[in-house]
């Protein structure tokens, strides 16, 4: 019952805050879910355990789970209010953004089967929900690299593209912790179709910085960490769902690891240049929600990595290193986006109350 009320006090006040303080929730918002619900299920359980004691993943977990349902109602008020197709849908690569409302469903799914035992019916509801909102979401992306030029995917394309994959291979991981005995046919169904548009659509996202002139300050995405963040959940769903050949999970680490540090030495260069170009504030301290995908992606490498077997003693102190510092790195990258999250929604709400008595002097968002 305690939980129970903590809860729905959680879910109260962010409610109340996303409402009273207009918060621009875009369609990507549920990556904050997918962070926060990784981040506690699979670094810090798997870190900290048996040390860390049951109330805070508890209690995290009900955090995560009142950000999800504070969003859903965001949506659904967005729909009721008639500015959903305007806001989540006419944009053709914003439709991808659906991915995360799988995946951060998929990951409230499982905290509340692996949390809160009591309460598994819930989590089976939940799970055969997702299965419905997955299937839309496919029909969604289908249609979507279907109609829209493969010109105009190439001009555009990045990371959001791979919440195809990341969104599908979470499906694995949600109903093979919810139920037993999954036919292995659609575990291999599954696995085959997130396979199949991670080649589709890494390939869209590669001839773009190749084919197409770019800038690396301004043109490389927060989500491009995709790229190696959906290897890693593809990585953990082939050993949850316990598919054959064992040896392919090696190989998927592998490749997870050399795009790892292809993606983040492009990222560390572009950090030196953002700083060199805009200075230190306006080059790093900048929100935005699609910073939450880093996190997501680290700490799915994170996870991944604890899981793998490593025989040869070059990769077992690289899994000790991953394992042992990559943590603290997780927790400080959560603990800063967070710090960033309020500066921005305050500083959001700042300008609008100073556009009510000067309009040419309200803060845009940033």
Excluded at 117 to 141: D, F, H, K, R
Excluded at 258 to 280: D, H, Q
């Amino acid at each position: 019952m305690t939980f129970l009320v903590m809860g729905i006090i959680f879910f109260a006040i962010i409610t109340i805050i996303i409402f009273t303080k207009r918060l621009d929730i875009t369609t990507s918002a549920m990556a904050v879910v997918m962070s926060l619900g990784i981040v506690t299920q699979g670094v810090l359980a798997r870190h900290f355990h048996p040390q860390l004691p049951a109330s805070p993943g508890k209690y995290l977990s009900l955090l995560d789970m009142a950000l999800w349902l504070a969003f859903l109602i965001t949506f659904a008020a967005a729909y009721f209010n008639g500015n959903f197709k305007k806001r989540h849908y006419d944009n053709p690569m914003n439709r991808f953004g659906f991915g995360t409302w799988v995946a951060g469903t998929s990951i409230c799914g499982i905290l509340l089967y692996n949390q809160f035992p009591q309460w598994s019916v819930l989590s089976e509801i939940t799970a055969w929900l997702n299965m419905g909102l997955w299937m839309i979401y496919m029909i969604i992306c289908g249609k979507t690299l279907h109609n829209v030029s493969i010109h105009e995917f190439r001009k555009k394309a990045h990371g959001i593209l791979l919440l195809t994959t990341v969104g599908t291979q979470s499906m694995i991981l949600l109903v093979n912790t919810v139920f037993t005995n999954v036919p292995d046919i659609l575990n291999a169904g599954w696995m085959s179709i997130g396979l199949c548009f991670y080649l589709i659509c890494s390939t869209l996202i590669i001839q773009r910085y190749l084919i197409c002139g770019w800038n690396l300050e301004r043109d490389w995405n927060n989500t491009n960490c995709i790229l190696h963040g959906a290897l890693s959940i593809t990585g953990i769903a082939w050993l949850k769902a316990d598919i054959r050949p064992d040896e392919a999970v090696n190989v998927i680490w592998m490749a997870a690891l050399a795009i790892f540090m292809l993606v983040e030495m492009i990222e560390i260069r572009r950090l030196l240049k953002r700083v060199r170009s805009f200075g230190v504030k306006q080059g790093i301290f900048v929100y935005d929600v699609t910073q939450w995908s880093r996190i997501f992606t680290f700490a799915m490498f994170y996870t991944f990595t604890s899981f793998i077997d490593m025989t040869q003693p070059v990769f077992s102190r690289l899994k000790e290193a991953i394992t042992t510092a990559g943590v603290w790195v997780i927790l400080f990258l959560v603990l800063l986006e967070i710090m960033l999250s309020l500066h921005h929604m305050f500083l959001r709400a700042d300008g609008r109350a100073k556009a009510l008595g000067k309009e040419d002097k309200a803060i845009p968002p940033v």
